[in-house]
C-alpha cells in the first residue's frame, strides 16, 4: 500500500511520504489563494474550489477564510453554508450532507497520535528527514445539520441528520439524528419536537 492508501484506510501511516506532502502543499497553497479573494470574486472562489474541493455539489458557500489539509478527501453536499474561519483537516474522508449550517470557528479534525510520547514524539528516519506516526478516522455530518460556532468534530464521528450542535462543543463520539447535542465531550441534551417550531 501507498502511505496514501494507508491514510485513508486509517491506518499508521509516513505524513513526511512526498505524495502527501505534495498534495497538502498545494491544498494549503489554494486555501491561502481563497482567503485572498473577496466575496464578490465569485468566479475566482469557483475556480479555486473546483481545485480544492472538487467533491462538491451546488449550491455550497464557504465564507472564509478556510484551511484544508487536502480538500480533495472531503465531500460537501448542496445549499452547505460554512461561516469564518472553517479548519478540514481531511487525512481521512469527511462527508458532508445537503444542508449542513456551519458557524463560525469549526474545526474537522480526522487525524490521530498515539497517546504514549515514545510512539507520538518525531523521529528521525533513515534518509535522516524528520517524521511522526500518525493515522485517522474519517467524520462523517449528516444533512440538515446545524454546526455552532467553536465547534470541534474529532476524528471518528458521525452526527445524524438533522441534529444541532451547541456552540463551543467538543464532539468526541456519535450523535444521533434529530437532537440537541452540547458540552465538553458533547453529548445529547434533548430529542428535537414539533414545540421546537418557530410557530
Known sequence: ????????????????????????????????????????????????????VPNRKEGVYLQGPIQFDYGIFTTIGENTYVNFNFTVLDCAPVSIGDNVFFGPNVSILTPLHP?????????????????????????????????????????????GSGSVIGAGSVVTRDIPSGVVAAGVPCRVIREITDEDRLN
Open 115 to 159: 497517546i504514549r510520547y515514545e510512539e507520538r514524539n518525531m523521529f528521525r528516519k533513515e534518509n535522516g528527514q524528520m517524521t511522526d506516526r500518525e493515522y485517522a478516522k474519517p467524520i462523517t455530518v449528516e444533512s440538515n445539520c446545524w454546526i455552532a460556532g467553536n465547534v470541534t468534530i474529532c476524528g471518528g464521528v458521525t452526527i
Open 1 to 52: 500500500m501507498t502511505e496514501k492508501e494507508k491514510m485513508l484506510a486509517g491506518k499508521l501511516y509516513d505524513p513526511s511520504d512526498d505524495e502527501l506532502a505534495t498534495l497538502r502543499t498545494r491544498a494549503h497553497n489554494l486555501s491561502q489563494d481563497y482567503n485572498k479573494t473577496y466575496e464578490t470574486e465569485d468566479d475566482r472562489r469557483k475556480e479555486i474550489l473546483d481545485v480544492l
